[in-house]
């Protein structure tokens, strides 16, 4: 698979077939959602927990066995690590998974009651840190801004704080008892942030260690929790609950958002660069969209039995899903391409032979270029719809975000046209520029003809291929 971002399209066009009167009778393209990228996890039958994004990777856990990956968002390779195989050949499996600035992996081991620290390459090298309390299992964790790691520890039903510098931890007894801690989130005042799934309550410590907890409604079952830095919001996963629910940082007001109609298990949550919050259903193969004015948008990500979980966005701005049941990567691209620039402006007079140059990029890559002639598709890089409809196809060769082509207008008749151009990404986003040109040939006196169809046309003129 190619993932290259930018690509140049050296054209080998019939005239002809650009610019014939012909109806090909394909429709304008219509918006559709955008369709996921799936990555299969080169350990077959092992499922993806949990997901971290640094730099040009997605590190992730996986959910039945002891290994850590990563994923490389340009190329698309994977790499995996066994933690077995450095530290404990008895080893369980990771669950929440964090990177430090340093690149330093930060991981939580449930079942075997630690906080592990991976240094990835080289000489990989993991250290333990086991909790205080017997069989707390550390469930979700986050890293301050020194870089110290906070975790819920599920069984314990504590914060635990482990000061990396020196390895010591300090546990906090949640007020409420058995209320299991999971999700975990810090704000820009350092306050601790968490769900309590069996009190159906967030909770909030502040640095000190002093508890608030906020009751939600009854048996919400709160997973996952985000602080969003835009609003000032936490907002939270009511798993049992079938909806999303968030509480003012400031206020400590709580509201809810009923999911119902879209969801079936929210589970993994995420605010993206730009405030957008999201949502994995862990029942219904989607992911959300999410407003505190009541809008939703669910999106479709795959067929089968996928078990969402933990979400991240990537530095393209792409949102990576894991799929605790299928074993696979989703990788969400909901950014269309950019047209950056055409050299054609609405009501511009062409005559002759012309050359169209445009330039387009995407965060991701351009996988598809059509080109419509007052509605009617003339040009496309997609050879079996070319083949099908006799159109011309575009040969795309990759190293710049340029393309064109080149065509003789007097194959169509005087008087307004309309000219799109259409560019496609892997997902299926699409952008596209509309002109309206006027053409304007001289009628030749020896046919009479008052559209020119009948002009002659050079060899050199029927094919051209350049590189721009």
């Known amino acids: 698979m190619n993932f290259s971002k930018f690509f140049c399209v050296a054209v080998v066009l019939s005239i002809v077939s650009l610019f014939s009167a012909v109806p090909t009778q394909a429709a304008l393209p219509t918006e559709a959602p955008p369709n996921a990228v799936e990555f299969s996890i080169p350990t077959s039958g092992n499922g993806v927990a949990r997901l971290a994004a ?7 856990t996986e959910a039945a066995n002891t290994k850590i990956g990563r994923i490389d968002i340009n190329t698309g390779d994977i790499q995996e690590v066994d933690t077995a195989d450095i ?25 075997d009651n630690s906080i592990c620290q991976l240094i990835w390459g080289g000489e990989y090298a993991i250290t333990e840190y086991f909790m205080n309390t017997a069989a707390s299992a550390p469930t979700f964790l986050h890293l301050d801004a020194n870089g110290d790691v906070y975790a819920t520890e599920a069984a314990g039903n504590n914060i ?26 810090i704000d820009p005042d350092g306050n601790i942030w968490f769900t309590e799934y069996d009190a159906s309550q967030v909770g909030r410590m502040t640095p000190g260690g002093v508890f608030t907890e906020f009751p939600l409604l009854p048996t919400m079952g709160p997973w996952d929790i985000v602080y969003n830095p835009s609003d000032g919001y936490l907002w939270f996963s009511e ?40 949502g994995s259903d862990h029942g219904k193969n989607q992911i959300g969209s999410y407003s505190r004015t009541g809008t939703t ?49 609405d009501g511009q007079t062409l005559s002759g032979v012309v050359n169209i140059i445009t330039q387009a990029t995407d ?31 575009l040969k795309v060769a990759e190293g710049t975000n340029t393309f064109g082509y080149e065509g003789d207008t ?40 008052s559209d020119g169809r009948n002009a002659p046309i050079s060899i050199q003129n029927l094919l051209n291929v350049y590189s721009l």
């Open 54 to 60: 640094y730099q040009n990777y997605i590190y992730f």
């Open 87 to 111: 530290v404990d050949p008895n080893g369980t499996p990771a669950y929440d998974i964090k990177v430090a600035s340093d690149g330093h992996i930060w991981y939580t081991s449930p079942d």
């Open 160 to 185: 635990v704080f482990l000061d990396t510098s020196t390895g010591n931890q300090t546990e906090y007894p949640i007020t409420t008892p058995a209320a299991t801690p999971e999700g975990l989130d």
């Open 239 to 278: 798993s049992t609950g079938n909806a999303i629910g968030w509480i003012d940082s400031l206020t400590s007001a709580y509201y809810n958002l009923d999911t119902s109609d879209y969801t079936v298990i929210p589970f993994g949550g995420l605010i993206d660069s730009a405030g957008t919050i999201w």
């Open 297 to 345: 948008t669910a999106y479709n990500i795959s067929s089968g039995t996928l078990g969402l979980n933990g979400m991240a966005e990537d530095t393209n701005g792409n949102i990576w899903i894991a799929g605790s049941d299928s074993g696979k990567l989703y990788r969400f691209d909901h950014t269309k391409p950019v047209i950056d620039d055409v050299n054609l402006t």
């Open 363 to 393: 965060n991701t890559n351009i996988t598809k270029i059509e080109y419509y002639l007052d509605g009617d598709l003339k040009v496309t890089t997609d050879a079996s719809v070319a083949q099908a409809m006799q159109i011309a196809q």
């Open 410 to 449: 007097n194959q169509i008749s005087n008087g307004e046209h309309t000219l799109a151009l259409y560019a496609y990404d892997e997902a299926g986003n699409f952008v596209s520029a509309s002109y309206k040109v006027n053409i304007n040939n001289e009628v030749l006196p020896e046919t009479g003809s």
